[in-house]
């Protein structure tokens, strides 16, 4: 059984902006929508950067350049000149606003993959690209809904992936509460034990397994002789 994928969470299809939309625009798109980013793409539909509600607050959180230097410099020579937070302060359009640097996901990611990204990269979305296309968008809130998947649900995967794994000899019992995995029984070695907990991890929605009644066949026949 395979992990779920991003395709299977993810919207679509996607609302998108490009770097010309004007930032007040955006602004009013996020407000509109409920939402809290938005992919930026070019006119061939490539993913050239994203837009959040955090670029857009830094035109009013970051101080205002001095009038005098806006005038002496021009906007658009000063625009060249600044960097980072200042610069977005001053964009007009997506484009002078946007995060360049974005943080994707492909169909076929596992879920437990979208989860580490957000986490490790602290984003809130990931564009789901296709050949650098926006195909979908998955959010924290896609994730998390995949984590709170019912006991009934987890058992009846795990009995699926018993049916398919155990072999003659090798009888294993499952039961799940508050999303972790208890089993109980025997398997023929530490190898076959193992590769039956890698299958489980890969359910998504499971919190934990508990293995401490998972007896090896193998290691049980050595003790007989000691």
């Known amino acids: 059984m395979s992990p779920l994928p991003a395709k299977a969470i993810m919207t679509t299809p996607v609302i998108t902006v490009t770097p010309q ?38 035109k009013e959180a970051t101080p205002k350049p001095p009038e005098p230097l806006l005038r002496w410099f021009g906007r658009s020579l000063w625009l060249e000149r600044l960097t980072g937070p ?31 990204r957000m986490v490790r990269f602290g984003v809130n979305r990931l564009p789901v690209v296709r050949d650098r296309r926006v195909v979908g968008i998955v959010t ?3 994730v998390l809904k995949v984590f709170q998947r019912s006991d009934e649900i987890l058992e009846r995967e795990a ?10 000899g090798e009888e294993v019992g499952v039961s799940v509460e ?40 193998f290691r049980e026949s050595a003790a007989m002789w000691e």
């Open 21 to 58: 939309t004007p930032a007040r625009d955006a602004a009013r798109l996020l407000v509109e929508r409920h939402i809290s980013g938005v992919p930026v793409v070019d006119d061939k539909g490539l993913l050239v950067g994203i837009v959040t509600e955090a670029d857009l607050l830094y």
């Open 86 to 116: 200042y610069r977005k302060a001053e964009g007009r359009t997506v484009g002078e606003v946007m995060t360049h640097n974005v943080i994707t996901a492909e169909e076929d990611t596992p879920v437990h993959v979208l989860a580490s």
């Open 140 to 142: 924290r809130a896609d």
């Open 159 to 168: 009995r699926k992936i018993l049916e398919e794994f155990l072999v003659h």
């Open 178 to 217: 508050r999303g972790v995995y208890q089993l109980r029984g025997i398997v023929g070695s530490a190898g076959r034990r193992q590769a039956l907990l890698n299958r489980l991890w890969n359910v998504d929605g499971v919190v934990a397994i508990d293995d401490r009644d998972l007896k090896e066949a």
